[in-house]
Nanobody, 120 residues
Framework: QVQLVESGGGLVQPGGSLRLSCAAS????????MSWYRQAPGKDRELVAG????????NYADSVKGRFTISRDNAKNTGYLQMNSLKPEDTAVYYC?????????????WGKGTLVTVSS
């Protein structure tokens, strides 16, 4: 059974930090690229950060560059999003996605999300 399970969300004050985790099971996580998305109330889901399967490359939304760091540990089948200097506008449900592009078709899996609330 394929699963992506996010954890680590919660309530944090502005300027604080959180580390989100995404635990994968039921598929070969190490060959999948991984991304973190977020969706704030009333807004569309947006890409926050992505990392290649072997962690050789990363990309970030402009709004989080310099504050968030994406990483992965393929031995543990887990991805991470370290979030520092959090702002109220970072409040959202955060989702992880694993994606594999064979060249002929694309497979992707989504987690159910974890809520991050940044508020004083």
């Amino acid at each position: 059974q394929v699963q992506l399970v996010e954890s680590g969300g919660g309530l944090v004050q502005p300027g604080g930090s959180l580390r989100l985790s995404c635990a994968a099971s039921g598929f070969t996580f190490s060959i999948y690229a991984m991304s973190w998305y977020r969706q704030a109330p009333g807004k569309d889901r947006e890409l926050v950060a992505g990392i290649s399967s072997a962690a050789g490359s990363t990309n970030y939304a402009d709004s989080v560059k310099g504050r968030f760091t994406i990483s992965r540990d393929n031995a543990k089948n887990t991805g991470y999003l370290q979030m520092n200097s959090l702002k109220p506008e970072d409040t959202a449900v955060y989702y992880c996605k694993a994606q594999w592009d064979s060249g002929k078709y694309v497979m992707d899996y989504w987690g159910k999300g974890t809520l991050v609330t940044v508020s004083s």
